[in-house]
């Protein structure tokens, strides 16, 4: 009956911090890898464990390959990082939470996402459209937020190596004491290195870094049944050294120089979080909860002869009270909280650094007949000493017209303050010089950016042959107002950046068709079309490096369980990519054009997972098997302190194929 109680007194916490409520804790005992449900009010995809565990997942960044949802690109030919879309806008437009608290943001915003690592997570939940209040008013196409592994719930013991053909290496281990009933701490140390060059396309440069890092972190967590406390506490370090540039680049003797051309990007983090959160003894419906994060972000780096500095200094807190009027069909949220980030920012030799401040207050009321028909008003207004006082407003709407459908629609306002440098870093491997045309507003004379995202879903669950299926419908459009416009349409020596003129959308639909062809043999399709425009100085062209048609298509084969859970398990993914609008280069030398659209292509992933028993296991996957790079991945790489030197334009792998191994190994 106790541990009855305690699991209660669990749900109750995770619905006391997230609006997933029980999605967030039912989905661990789920079979399917991606659970979307048809009675929650939001558009929200559950990613369980077991979807990350398809493919070589190593960091959070890359724990989508199998998702269709989101869409992985990579941000640049030299570093590897792997930039992430959602409703064809990119990560700053996205809310990224870590138990929802905010994690990817400001100077973290471009390898933030590398910085955790897969097997800490313990699932992912994915919202389309705009977010909840309760989590702050900058979401615009999406939020993205990550449960890590709760220590009450863990294993003693979890080991996870990993190498690959591009000479990366891995190491994660977790270790998990349970102190007492109420009491459980868990260690994760994750280590990973690329010792070896590798130019797989003959440009002189090294397709991906030389790094290393180094990760560890640190949790608590109590709950006591008896008492209604709920805590976590979670320290965690995090030190990520990366070297790239041309194959002969030794810092040591070439930093500064024309010598060779070379870049490293050093990052050092730590991170305080915690949350403490008490369930009413005779009201198990009403909980009062407060969480509080520091971080400490210092990055310092240079490309080539570009220097970028950014140390970011944050501490975010948050107030939350959840409540019923009346019955449990009428639910409340309200709070309060309180965010401040000192920036520390150094261009070369430019100083940009400022302090962000804001307060806001928010109510979300949610009305649920527990039955066919349920929607959540939600509303904050915020004071930022930057934005000013502004009003955020967020509707969501869920009705199932029959049986195995629904069908949802969402609006809300997001504003946010564009980190343009931060969020740009890919330009700074380039000769392009960088020009703020706009000087009035009080964010690098930029104003603050506003944009409405509005849209609809439909899914149907049916039987198809006597086995499980459904279709999903999605249409999302996001009309922008002062977008923060990274213009590199109007010559390929410059970059400019302003804040809009004339109009900017982004229409997002996308068809997903999901079915069991066999027992254990699962198909996953989609389609996506995006049409993304943008009024810029030359002209309106739509957003470059963004494919307006893509396909998506992942099947999956497991075995049988056998005796001491032998099993094997077969993963297949493959992603098609229409052309995409190229940047403008059509004043440079004709070795260093591109055209105006790049060609179309696709990306095959595979893996094999042997499990020998519930403890071990070993898989061995490819990422990229067909082999397909870009033609040109570096713009003048045979003078890369020249005038046409560019290594941001990448719509294509660089690498080519990649082959991995790794293992798993458990002590329950």
């Avoid at 989101?70 to 990560?91: C, E, H, P, R």
């Avoid at 150094?346 to 066919?372: C, M, P, Q, W």
């Amino acid at each position: 009956m106790k541990k009855v109680t305690l699991f209660l007194m669990l749900i109750s916490f995770t619905l006391l911090f997230s609006q997933e409520k029980l999605d967030t804790v039912s989905v661990v005992g789920l079979q399917k890898g991606i659970r979307k449900s048809l009675t929650k009010t939001t558009n929200t995809s559950v990613v369980s464990s077991k979807e990350l565990l398809k493919a070589a997942c190593c960091n959070l960044a890359e724990s989508f390959e199998t998702n269709p949802s989101i869409d992985v690109n990579f941000a640049d030919a030299l570093t590897g990082t792997k930039q992430i879309k959602m409703l064809g806008l990119t990560s700053p437009y996205l809310m990224i939470t870590e138990e929802n608290i905010p994690s990817v943001r400001g100077a973290s915003q471009a390898y933030g996402l590398s910085f955790t690592p897969g097997t800490w997570v313990e699932s992912i939940q994915i919202t389309k459209g705009a977010g909840s209040v309760v989590n702050g008013y900058e979401s615009i196409s999406g939020q993205i937020n990550t449960e890590l592994i709760k220590p009450l719930k863990d294993i003693p013991f979890f080991l996870n190596a990993y190498g690959a053909t591009d000479s990366r290496f891995e190491l994660n281990t977790h270790f998990n004491k349970k102190i007492s009933d109420d009491w459980a701490t868990s260690l994760y140390i994750h280590g990973n290195t690329r010792v070896a060059k590798n130019d797989m396309n003959n440009d002189g440069f090294l397709d991906n870094p030389l790094g290393k890092q180094i990760n560890v972190v640190n949790r608590w967590q109590y709950a006591c049944a008896e008492t209604g406390w709920v805590s976590f506490i979670n320290f965690k370090y995090m030190k990520d050294e990366k070297q790239t540039g041309e194959l002969n680049f030794d810092k040591n003797r070439d930093k500064g120089t024309t010598n060779y051309w070379g870049s490293e990007i050093n990052t050092d983090r730590f991170d305080f979080t915690s949350k403490i959160g008490y369930v009413f003894k005779d009201m198990p419906y009403q909980s009062i909860g407060f969480q509080n994060a520091y971080s400490n972000h210092n990055q310092e780096s240079y490309f080539g002869l570009n220097q970028y500095n950014i140390k970011q200094q944050s501490y975010y807190s948050n107030l939350i009270f959840n409540s019923i009027i009346s019955n449990t069909m009428h639910k409340f949220a309200t709070g309060l909280n309180f965010t401040y980030d000192k920036y520390a920012e150094f261009v070369n030799l430019l100083d940009v650094s400022r302090i962000d401040n804001s307060v806001g207050a928010f109510f979300e009321y949610t009305y649920d007949d527990n039955n066919k028909f349920s929607y959540i008003l939600g509303a904050r207004f915020d004071y930022h000493n930057r934005l000013g006082a502004f009003f955020t407003p967020r509707v969501h709407v869920r009705y199932n017209p029959w049986e195995k459908a629904v069908v949802r629609f969402s609006a809300g306002r997001g504003k946010r303050a564009a980190n343009i440098y931060a969020e740009n870093q890919q330009l700074f491997a380039s000769s392009r010089t960088m020009s703020i045309l706009d000087t009035d507003g009080k964010i690098y004379g930029l104003n603050p950016e506003i944009a409405w995202n509005y849209g609809m879903s439909f899914t149907q669950n049916f039987l198809l042959f006597g086995k499980s299926a459904d279709v999903t419908f999605d249409f999302y459009r996001t009309d922008f107002q002062n977008q923060a416009i990274v213009d590199v349409m109007q010559s390929p020596q410059q970059v400019l950046f302003y804040n809009l003129k004339g109009n900017s959308y982004a229409n997002s639909f996308q068809l997903d068709f999901n079915y069991e062809i066999i027992k254990h043999l699962n198909l996953r399709t989609a389609y996506k079309y995006y049409d993304i425009s943008t009024d810029y100085l030359s002209g309106s062209f739509q957003r470059p490096l963004q494919a307006k048609h893509r396909f998506f298509g992942n099947l999956e084969f497991q075995t049988h369980i056998k005796e001491k859970g032998k099993q094997w398990k077969f993963d297949y993914t493959l992603n098609w990519l229409g052309k995409q609008q190229l940047p403008n280069t059509a004043t440079n030398p004709v070795n260093d054009r591109l055209p105006e659209f790049s060609p179309s292509f696709a990306v095959m992933n595979m893996q094999v997972t042997r499990t020998f028993s519930s403890v071990f296991e070993v898989y061995v996957g490819g990422e990229n098997i067909g082999n397909y790079r870009q033609n040109k991945a570096i713009l003048g790489s045979d003078n890369p302190f020249g005038a046409t030197f560019d290594t941001s334009i990448v719509y294509a792998p660089v690498f080519g194929q990649m082959y991995y191994v790794g293992l798993r190994f458990k002590i329950k």
